[in-house]
């Protein structure tokens, strides 16, 4: 895990590399990777790549980055961990290629000198990178398909900057106008979908696409995966056996994702709750003969009472025989760490506080990579929402065959339902028409409508003309035919992706943690969606019980409760004008934060 960074000035007339700039928007990615650094420029000054380390994979100096292929021709700047490079690497040297490093980067440069593009279906992990071509004077750059990776670029028409923060990019020569989708996307879901940021010339390169870029510019990116395609290929895959058979299937996918994931020359250590997903990766690991660290989360707030974890947590530490530390954290904690928190935060969210406190306390052990439960209530449809949007849908049937009529009924309720209950439940009737639509009116922090209110009305309409999010949305689902697929398709590419990956990325990298996911692996999704297209009623509390039969039913059986956080009681800011509480308020709070330039 790391921070990369680079400038290539393509076009004749942009300047030459200004190597300071290099350095600023590199080393603004200090925590990303404190134990080394370094930089390459090309002979003629056009592009150059920066780097910061965090070693995980061969611990020595011949890893280091950007790194050079043994001919020169290749250079990489490398983000992530490859799981399968050990494979990769042996099929490689099967065809006669030599290796000067036990590192998965110099196995991604081999695998691009041999296949180009062609090679990035074979990699399982998480990923992004940029390859230089000495020959060719091409920049190829590359990001994993669930998006886990982080990837911005600026791109001016005279030359193009990328970096693995938004905020390392402002500290180059980039545009700073404001974009409104990146602010009208932030008051509807509480983060920024991507591809959009909160500027108009920055933008993430989507999950599961390359891009290549010559003297003549930017070349349109294309898709080597797409999460959706995969659900809706699966289906309509047929796959037969009863549901015991799709029981020790999906069960022997896990306990293959957790193995790959283990791959690493530092321990590796498990972020674990008393829910079934992390119960589940911790259970596994250990038994596969991993470092057995694992590490809770508690709030004094919560001790004693339904939502504190601690006790369970313990058990399952206790009954595994994992070395288990609890972090206990407070009111006072979240205030005092609050600044260091938001400053951070790479792009406004509503969401990471846990993650930056659970970081912190695998940092304070020294352990350098731990495994999360993140994923899980999406692949095994976990969320109220995979009971709620198909109802919400067979609601809205009724009355979407009278056009308009919807909007009227929104239009006309809407003052009225806003003195009870959320503003958002006016437009039930007029969204419920789709898995779209639906699924914007139950994960929407603010309706589309409500925007005018916050924000300047002619600015709301421009971001919310450009999101088409609506449109969006509906094509996240095309082609898949099952419901339970469906709306994993829609957690996993809104959600998921612009929120909970997001913040686990920018919260565990500030504490120089590398933070893995299990439960969002290709091969694991691609063997156990099939089983849930013809299973969908399949539950975790099922999958755990044969996958790992040694967690407690206390475990098992436990209802679905979410992670908590008392952010309700802690987020709003002392003495800050902003009264409304809640995320509302905070989301405001963070929003003018970003807004003003203070973060």
Request: proline residues 5%; charged residues 20%; glycine residues 8%.
């Amino acid at each position: 895990m790391c921070g990369i960074a680079g400038i290539f000035s393509y076009s004749a007339s942009a300047p030459a590399i200004d190597r300071g700039e290099l350095r600023s928007i590199r080393d603004h990615m200090q925590a990303r990777g404190p134990d080394g650094f370094g930089e390459w420029f090309s002979g003629n000054e056009r592009l150059a790549l920066g780097h910061r380390r965090l070693s995980i994979i061969d611990l020595s100096d011949r890893a280091s980055q950007p790194m050079p292929s043994d001919d020169g021709r290749f250079v990489i700047s490398f983000n992530g961990e490859i799981y399968n490079y050990r494979q990769l690497r042996a099929g490689l040297q099967s065809r006669g290629r030599e290796f000067r490093t036990e590192s998965d980067t110099e196995v991604l440069l081999q695998m691009y000198a041999e296949k180009g593009a062609a090679m990035l279906p074979e990699l399982r992990g998480m990923f992004a990178f940029a390859i230089w071509d000495n020959v060719e004077n091409t920049l190829f750059l590359a990001r994993d398909a669930f998006g886990i990776k982080p990837l911005y670029i600026a791109d001016d028409g005279r030359s193009l900057r990328f970096a693995s923060q938004v905020k390392a990019l402002l500290q180059g020569n980039v545009d700073r106008t404001p974009e409104p989708a990146g602010h009208v996307g932030f008051f509807l879901w509480g983060s920024v979908p991507e591809p959009y940021t909160l500027y108009k010339n920055i933008r993430a390169l989507p999950p599961g696409h390359s891009m290549l870029i010559g003297e003549k510019g930017s070349e349109a990116p294309v898709a080597f995966c797409r999460i959706s395609d995969v659900l809706a290929q699966a289906s309509q895959t047929a796959v037969c056996g009863d549901r015991q058979t799709a029981l020790r299937q999906i069960s022997s996918a896990i306990h293959d994702s957790v193995l790959t994931h283990l791959v690493s020359d530092v321990p590796v250590g498990v972020f674990l709750s008393a829910g079934i997903d992390s119960s589940l990766i911790a259970a596994s690991a250990v038994t596969r003969g991993a470092n057995s660290y694992t590490l809770t989360l508690g709030f004094k707030e919560f001790a004693g009472t339904a939502d504190d974890e601690v006790p369970l947590a313990e058990e399952i530490a206790r009954n595994l025989g994992a070395w288990h530390h609890t972090m206990m954290t407070s009111r006072q904690d979240f205030e005092d760490e609050r600044e260091k928190l938001m400053a951070a935060m790479d792009q406004p969210s509503i969401d990471g506080v846990n993650t930056w406190f659970v970081a912190r306390a695998a940092a304070q052990m020294n352990i350098k990579v731990a495994l999360s439960g993140l994923g899980g209530d999406e692949l095994f449809a976990s969320y109220p929402s995979f009971r709620q949007i198909p109802k919400m849908m067979k609601f809205g049937q009724y009355f979407n065959r009278v056009p308009k009529f919807g909007k009227a009924v929104r239009q006309l309720l809407s003052p009225m339902i806003s003195k009870i209950t959320s503003p958002k439940y006016a437009g039930l009737i007029e969204y419920c028409d789709s898995f779209g639509g639906a699924y914007l009116l139950r994960r929407s922090l603010y309706a589309p409508w409500e925007l005018s209110q916050h924000m300047d009305p002619d600015f709301a309409k421009a971001g919310l003309l450009e999101l088409q999010t609506r449109t969006m949305l509906d094509a996240t689902t095309s082609n898949i035919q099952k419901d339970r697929l469906a709306v994993s398709a829609l957690e996993m590419n809104w959600y998921m992706r612009n929120q909970l990956l997001r913040d686990a990325d920018w919260a565990g990298m500030a504490q120089s943690i590398e933070i893995r996911v299990p439960l969002l692996d290709l091969d694991l999704l691609r063997a156990t969606a099939p089983w849930f297209s013809v299973y969908p009623d399949i539950s975790k509390a099922e999958i755990a019980a044969v996958a790992v039969p040694q967690l407690p039913g206390s475990v098992v059986n436990r209802p679905k409760t979410g992670f908590s956080v008392p952010v309700r009681e802690w987020i709003k800011p002392k003495g800050h004008a902003i009264e409304q509480r809640g995320l509302r308020g905070w989301a405001q709070f963070v929003h003018q934060r970003f807004a003003e330039g203070t973060l």
